[in-house]
């Protein structure tokens, strides 16, 4: 078996402030496989972002190690591309000129790399607006856009923290069927944070159940591959989508219902 794209081996994170020192997540193991996708769904406080910022580089774990395909990861690298709720574009620089930054910033704007940004923007349906600014383009556009860039620099893993939350139902179903359609064919490692169950079920091969005080990973469970298959949508509607959800739903109101392995 090849390296895993991630690995976390006893991560935990204490957050020391004027008021005290608390522990946020709390030895977290965790592998994922290159081209998996794993969500992570918990409630808020649970240290999801935590464990993202650390997977980044933003922030030093207080114990643990993270590996990012085989290498010493944990540090700000363009290995690792973070997609944020918030899609921080500048509002002065054209779409086009937005999902170039990473490339400009890392040195790698070469002609090649202004192929592929020019062929994503396509596959995106974002090359009629390359030369708009972002105010012009609707919320789901523009998570369009931070997606591009997310990907500009040709990430091992993608790191998604709620990017779907801030949209309308519509957009954001019509969102994760092109995101996963585009991370499938770029055969994209994903970790995916997201408080919507059913998002988790019909976007991922595995959906990880964080519990809070302190954060940990309480329960795994494989999605089927007939769900896995499925687009997002057609996922919703087979018969074993509804029993994957509410076994999810139990998890996450019963936290305290099970000491969780991991
Ligand atoms: P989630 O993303 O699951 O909602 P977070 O990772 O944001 O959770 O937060 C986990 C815990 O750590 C929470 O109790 C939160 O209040 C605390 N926390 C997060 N960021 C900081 C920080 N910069 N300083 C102190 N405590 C923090
Ligand atoms: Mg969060």
Known sequence: M??????LDGITHVYVTDRGASLAVDDIHLAVHPGEF???????GC???????IIAGLIRPTEGTVRV??????????????????????????????????????G???ATRRKWILHLLDELGLLQVRDSYPHQLSGGMRQRVALVRTLATE????LLDEPFSALD???RLQLEELILEILRTHRKTALLVTHDISEAVAMSDRVLIMGRNPGRIRHEL??????????????RELPGFHPLFHEIWRELEDPDGKEGAS
């Not at 794993?38 to 808020?44: A, H, N, Y």
């Open 108 to 110: 790698k704007a070469d």
């Open 222 to 235: 494989q999605i089927p591959e007939n769900i896995r298959r499925a687009s997002p949508i057609e996922a």
């Open 47 to 53: 240290g999801k972002t935590t464990l993202l910022s």
């Open 69 to 106: 395909a085989g290498k010493p990861g944990g540090k700000l690298s363009p290995r690792v591309g973070y997609m944020l709720q918030q899609d921080y574009l500048f509002p002065w620089r054209t779409i086009h000129d937005n999902v170039m930054l990473g490339l400009e910033l890392s």
């Open 2 to 7: 090849s390296e895993p794209s991630l690995l």
């Open 155 to 158: 990430p091992d893993l993608l």
């Open 38 to 44: 794993v969500s992570l769904v918990g409630p808020s």
């Open 169 to 171: 139902y519509q957009t």
